[in-house]
Structures are given as structure tokens and as C-alpha cells.
Nanobody
Framework: QVQLVESGGGLAQAGGSLRLSCAVS????????MGWFRQAPGREREFVAA????????SYADSVKGRFTISRDDAKNTAYLQMNSLRPDDTAVYYC??????????????????WGQGTQVTVSS
């Protein structure tokens, strides 16, 4: 059974930074492409960032490009999302996902096989 546990969310001021972590257990972490999605109240879950199994390829939503950075540490079985220059419209519950079959970056929600429980990020103006 694969488990994903997000952490690092909280309250930040506009212009500030947070780093989210996604710890994966139950299977070999390096087998999975990883991604971050977010869901604001009343909205659908949307793609934020993704990283390939090897870590060589990344993809970002236009709304976060240049501000967020996704990374992975296979030795720690953990994926990260560094969020800088935060804005109030970044407020959402952030979820990490693991894709066991993708060989590149995975940007479509339905392609992810496992999800964490989510962590709240709130950005005040």
C-alpha cells in the first residue's frame, strides 16, 4: 500500500515563501513520477507542477511558473514544492500525487494513482 503524506502548509503573507513536502512510503519512490495539484474552495483540483521519475524533466502551470519549484530526493523518498512570491490566489489545499506508469512528467489529474490527504496553504494580502 502506497501512502503519501504532505506537510509544510500554513499561513504566509503575500510575497512570502513556503516549502511543501510529500513523503512517500510503501513502494520504491524512484518508480513514481510525482506531481502537485491544488484545490481552492468551489473550484476543481488543478495542476501545479510535476517532475519525472528521473528528476530530469519538470512542468509547471503558467500561474506558478517562475515562482514555484518542484524537486525530489529519492534518498529521502520525498518530493518538494518550493513556493516563493506567494500571492493570495495561491490559497488552496495542496495535494501531491504519484504516477506509477508515467515515464515523463504527468500533468493530468486522472493519470495519478495515489494521492495524499492535502495540506492547507493560506496567503494573506
Amino acid at each position: 500500500q502506497v501512502q503519501l503524506v504532505e506537510s509544510g502548509g500554513g499561513l504566509a503573507q503575500a510575497g512570502g515563501s513556503l516549502r511543501l513536502s510529500c513523503a512517500v512510503s510503501g513502494r520504491t519512490f524512484s518508480y513514481y513520477a510525482m506531481g502537485w495539484f491544488r484545490q481552492a474552495p468551489g473550484r476543481e483540483r488543478e495542476f501545479v507542477a510535476a517532475i519525472s521519475r528521473s528528476g530530469d524533466s519538470t512542468s509547471y502551470a503558467d500561474s506558478v511558473k517562475g515562482r514555484f519549484t518542484i524537486s525530489r530526493d529519492d534518498a529521502k523518498n520525498t518530493a518538494y514544492l518550493q513556493m516563493n512570491s506567494l500571492r493570495p490566489d495561491d490559497t488552496a489545499v495542496y495535494y501531491c500525487g504519484a504516477d506509477r506508469t508515467g515515464t515523463g512528467v504527468t500533468t493530468r489529474r486522472y493519470e495519478y494513482d495515489y494521492w495524499g490527504q492535502g495540506t492547507q496553504v493560506t496567503v494573506s494580502s
